[in-house]
């Protein structure tokens, strides 16, 4: 019987025990399902609102997107008001980490609604011109011990009969080259361990 040596099993210890840790989310009530915006801070035109469907046809009983989003998002410029709404959050991070930051975004009624996202320097518009929600994920860097994350609803917005809906915003650090490394050199040797046997 072969006998692995004592860095492949402690390798293979630190692969089995990443395996199983879930990313953990960053972002507090990312999902709303409070039924509030707290703690996100909050100004303009938005409010949470439940049992909006995934269709976006109207307000009523039911789940988001058949239960996978809950029963409440956030939405913007509801009552055809301004679209002048800002929702932020601050969290912490580790300058130099790799973020993923990933939400769903879509509209009421169809038509076409956007939101910019600003979080540590990165910069972009999402954009959904259907009455389904979008999936939508970028990759940032923190720059310093907290990172704030923003999102603001676009002032040339439609707002007749037509929100714009948030839901399930998450933040999760990415693995780190070395662990990754790490990861791969335990893969290695236990396929090697195999092939000796």
Known sequence: ??????????????????????????????????????????????????????????????????????????VFNAGDTTPNAVVSQTFSTVAGQLYALSFDFGVTWGGDQSVTVDVAGLNRVAHSTNTAFDHFSYTFAAVSDTT??????????????????????????????????????ALAGVAGVRRRR
């Open 1 to 74: 019987m072969f006998n692995a040596p004592r860095s492949l099993m402690l390798a293979a210890a630190l692969l089995a025990g990443s395996a199983q840790a879930a990313p953990v989310n960053l972002v507090a009530n990312g999902g709303f399902e409070t039924g509030q915006t707290s703690p996100w801070t909050t100004s303009g035109n938005v409010n949470v609102a439940s049992s909006v469907f995934a269709d976006g046809s109207y307000f009523g009983a039911g789940p988001l997107n058949g239960g996978r989003l809950g029963f409440y998002a956030l």
């Open 148 to 185: 704030t994350l923003t999102f603001k609803d676009v002032s040339t917005n439609s707002t007749i009969s037509q929100d714009g809906l948030l839901d399930n915003v998450s933040v999760t650090a990415l693995p780190e080259p070395a662990s990754l490394a790490l990861v791969g050199l």
